[in-house]
T-cell receptor
Framework: GAVVSQHPSWVICKSGTSVKIECRSL??????MFWYRQFPKQSLMLMAT?????????EQGVEKDKFLINHASLTLSTLTVTSAHPEDSSFYIC????????????FGSGTRLTVV | DAKTTQPPSMDCAEGRAANLPCNHS???????VYWYRQIHSQGPQYIIH???NNETNEMASLIITEDRKSSTLILPHATLRDTAVYYC?????????????FGKGTSLLVTP
């Protein structure tokens, strides 16, 4: 079935540094990738939509200069959290549309980011 | 996408059936009902979806009322590993280019 591989699964970084999260579609081409953020005990909140070969679309309130998204190929989308602060600590998840009749949407396993 | 309403939490004894309800009274004719679950600190996992007929797969059964205004996800023999947050999402196939919108879901606790 459709698989999205997300790395790293967890990362700890210092305030002010940048962190890159990768999502790869392993057995299908993902022209679109969705990026979510999830704070403890809350639901998933959509941050942005990346499209291969074009600029990402950000949800209201999400800083595009802070959360850089690159979708350079049909199998790779990356999210870079720049100048991270403790309030950016969260669980980040990517998702790609799959075959709706069989698999629905496929999600990565998530990245736990802790900024200290 | 039509709005869904789910109870915030439910308990179920291990080995018993877990029945998770979802109300979607404003669902339109071309919208499907999808169920996903999220085990703690993991990405959501697809469970099942349906349009108007009841559906069953290796994970669960989905019962949709005749008027399609509500549905029930059934885990026939719940195990401890089924403890998770379960999300009911209504989505039309024509919206496949758009992200899924997650509500608060139902937190299911399966107890020994």
């Amino acid at each position: 079935g459709a698989v999205v591989s997300q790395h790293p699964s967890w990362v700890i970084c210092k305030s002010g540094t940048s962190v890159k999260i990768e999502c790869r579609s392993l057995d299908f081409q993902a022209t679109t990738m969705f990026w979510y953020r999830q704070f403890p005990k809350q639901s998933l909140m959509l941050m942005a939509t990346s499209n291969e070969g074009s600029k990402a679309t950000y949800e209201q309130g999400v800083e595009k200069d802070k959360f850089l998204i690159n979708h350079a190929s049909l199998t790779l989308s990356t999210l870079t959290v720049t100048s991270a602060h403790p309030e950016d600590s969260s669980f980040y998840i990517c998702s790609a549309p799959g075959q709706l009749t069989n698999y629905g949407y496929t999600f990565g396993s998530g990245t736990r980011l802790t900024v200290v | 996408d039509a709005k869904t309403t789910q109870p915030p939490s439910m308990d179920c004894a291990e080995g018993r059936a877990a029945n998770l309800p979802c109300n979607h009274s404003t669902i339109s004719g071309n919208e499907y009902v999808y169920w996903y679950r999220q085990i703690h600190s993991q990405g959501p996992q697809y469970i099942i979806h349906g349009l108007k007929n009841n559906e069953t797969n290796e994970m669960a059964s989905l019962i949709i009322t005749e008027d399609r205004k509500s549905s029930t996800l059934i885990l026939p023999h719940a195990t401890l590993r089924d403890t998770a947050v379960y999300y009911c999402i209504v989505r039309g196939n024509s919206n496949s280019g758009y992200a899924l919108n997650f509500g608060k879901g139902t937190s299911l606790l399966v107890t020994p």
